[in-house]
């Protein structure tokens, strides 16, 4: 029996590796600079507002986190249900916050790649969290 991942399975998982790592950096940036990012932009002052950007940034890391634990959990998506719930919780989640950031930045940014970035981001976080979602239901 080969153990090894097909080359789809290989490029998912360093997708979602990649996905995970961006999100993480967005979020330890909004922990460690939380008082520097506070000014970066009205929609991180109306955060803070609500609750201190490193605490968004802690919600954050949770989500890119479990997006990288849906990477090594690619292996075992067909005996297990982690990979399905992983992706469901991480890209979900972070598909909320980045089409938060989304809206935000069609006011706020100096030209319009910004908000096509995090809309594509928001897009393809969604799609796979919905995807990861009809899996989950499917194996339970």
């Not at 990288?68 to 959990?73: M, N, V």
């Amino acid at each position: 029996m080969n153990n090894s991942l097909s080359l789809s399975e290989r490029i998912s998982s360093i997708l979602l590796l990649a996905f995970g790592l961006m999100i993480d950096a967005r979020a330890v940036f909004w922990i460690i600079e939380s008082k520097h990012a506070i000014n970066d932009s009205p929609f991180y002052s109306k955060l803070n507002e609500v609750a201190p950007l490193w605490i968004w940034g802690c919600i954050l890391l949770i989500f890119g986190t479990i997006i990288l634990f849906a990477s090594y959990a690619i292996p075992k998506r067909l005996v297990s249900v982690n990979f399905s719930l992983f992706v469901l919780i991480g890209c979900t989640g972070s598909a909320i916050f980045y089409f938060f950031l989304t809206v935000v930045s069609m006011a706020d940014s100096l030209n319009w790649l910004t908000p096509v970035s995090f809309l594509i981001q928001t897009s393809c976080l969604g799609i796979c969290g919905f995807v990861g979602g009809i899996d989950y239901a499917r194996k339970r």
